[in-house]
T-cell receptor, first 114, second 112 residues
Framework: EDKVVQSPLSLVVHEGDTVTLNCSYEVTNFRSLLWYKQEKKAPTFLFMLTSSGIEKKSGRLSSILDKKELFSILNITATQTGDSAVYLC??????????????FGTGTRLTIIP | EAQVTQNPRYLITVTGKKLTVTCSQNMNHEYMSWYRQDPGLGLRQIYYSMNVEVTDKGDVPEGYKVSRKEKRNFPLILESPSPNQTSLYFCASIPIGGRELFFGEGSRLTVL
């Protein structure tokens, strides 16, 4: 059974701190790992990672994948109150029939205190 | 504006009363999917569709039906809702060759 585990479940930090969110997975026929940010409504896409060791970066957010150890981290530097959200990790697997499926982790709830 | 639209956004109903949650996307995406989100369980896939008339079960399909008669629409049908189907539901779509899920705004359903 596919499994995606995120840690910590919840994190509270002060504005300006740097945080690291973790995602480990066990998935057959891995294709990619995706990070989403969910504020009050629908999740919004952050990154997609397919290759080990290549960092994806967008402003203060960055992410990297380790396919050997089966995990990814999402870093946020100089956090702001607008970073408060639930961060979701999802892993995509493919099949011989091309029916890609996503398995989500339960998310990390990040709260930034002003 | 490119979007995925779900209706209704909020619904309170009673056990056994059939309901349909509609989902429509205007991006000509082939792949569409339904998820439910529950505290402590994250997003779980209910059904997905690779294209018109092609649907398949996700991880939690029991108690749900779907249809894909047109590319843009992918309704979720609860024939006989039960309280354990109380949840937040998301519809999402992806273009063929893409990876990024485009989510609808969510539909919060309460079954009494």
């Amino acid at each position: 059974e596919d499994k995606v585990v995120q840690s910590p479940l919840s994190l509270v930090v002060h504005e300006g701190d740097t945080v690291t969110l973790n995602c480990s997975y066990e998935v057959t026929n891995f294709r990619s790992l995706l990070w989403y940010k969910q504020e009050k409504k629908a999740p919004t896409f952050l990154f997609m990672l397919t290759s080990s060791g290549i960092e994806k970066k967008s402003g203060r957010l960055s992410s990297i994948l380790d396919k050997k150890e089966l995990f990814s981290i999402l870093n946020i530097t100089a956090t702001q109150t607008g970073d408060s959200a639930v961060y979701l990790c999802a892993v995509e697997r493919g099949s011989n029939f091309g029916n890609e499926k996503l398995t989500f982790g339960t998310g990390t709830r990040l709260t930034i205190i002003p | 504006e490119a979007q995925v639209t779900q209706n209704p956004r909020y619904l309170i109903t009673v056990t056994g009363k059939k309901l349909t949650v509609t989902c429509s996307q205007n991006m000509n995406h082939e792949y569409m999917s339904w998820y439910r989100q529950d505290p402590g369980l994250g997003l779980r896939q209910i059904y997905y569709s690779m294209n018109v008339e092609v649907t398949d079960k996700g991880d939690v399909p029991e108690g749900y039906k779907v249809s894909r008669k047109e590319k843009r629409n992918f309704p979720l049908i609860l024939e006989s809702p039960s309280p354990n189907q109380t949840s937040l539901y998301f519809c999402a779509s992806i273009p063929i060759g893409g990876r990024e899920l485009f989510f609808g705004e969510g539909s919060r359903l309460t079954v009494l």
